[in-house]
């Protein structure tokens, strides 16, 4: 965990992340007009793994500030971190850290396991990328895997609306106005083995889906 630390000393020290969501999370969260629901289904303490969809560069902030009472950590695209001044605000504020898309970044889902090692909450997107608006992607194998080696309880997050603020094919499409709906704690009874991990990550993404009804 030292070399974990050494990289993401926000693993420590938490107070720049809490200047972070009590000033510009919560101002997207204002601008957007975010209506939380569920936020009692989030436990207070220990390791927790929040699955979410994703549609808008806000959702991580959004994310942030829905959950509010815990500070959340993210997987965040590597591109972001190839500028210093980005890459130091993401990380030390945003609690994020790099995965490579377009491949399985075995380093990035160790950080992940090692993160919610230490008793905390990991936010992933499963679909790896952002969904056109009112659609879900198939999701990566790559959040089942982390699912099934964490063993820990499992939050499903809906996200609505933020695609009308800054969305896949457009930005501000219409008046913001974004819901986060969180879904009671589960989960996976399957074997961690490698031909489990793509319907591991399949639940994740169906039981976020079911919070749509």
């Given amino acids: 965990m030292e070399a974990l630390t050494a990289n993401y000393p926000w693993v420590k020290k938490k107070v720049a992340y809490w200047v972070w969501l009590h000033s510009v999370a919560r101002f997207i969260a204002t601008f957007c007009r975010l209506k939380v629901y569920g936020r009692e289904n989030i436990p207070a303490t220990g390791s927790v793994l929040l699955v ?10 959004l994310v942030a500030f829905a959950v509010k009472k815990r500070p959340v950590f993210f ?12 890459s130091t605000l993401i990380k030390h504020w945003g609690n994020a850290f790099p995965v490579k898309r377009g491949k399985v970044d075995l380093k990035a889902l ?30 990566k194998w790559g959040a089942g895997m982390v699912a099934l080696k964490a063993k820990v309880p499992v939050v499903p997050c ?16 219409g008046l913001p106005d974004v819901t986060i709906k969180f879904g009671k704690p589960f989960r996976i009874d399957l074997e961690d083995k490698k031909e489990n991990y793509q319907k591991a990550a399949d639940i994740l993404m169906e039981r976020i889906k079911e919070l749509k009804a």
């Fill in 158 to 173: 809906l996200i609505e609306g933020s695609e009308k603020v800054i969305g896949k094919e457009k930005l501000f499409s």
């Fill in 110 to 139: 160790k950080t992940a396991l090692e993160v919610l090692g230490k008793g905390e909450l990991v936010c992933i997107f499963p679909e790896g990328q952002r969904a056109p608006a009112g659609k879900f992607l198939r999701p």
């Fill in 52 to 61: 979410a969809n994703h549609r808008s560069y806000l959702d991580p902030p």
């Fill in 75 to 86: 997987m965040a695209k590597a591109e972001l971190f190839e500028t210093p001044l980005l």
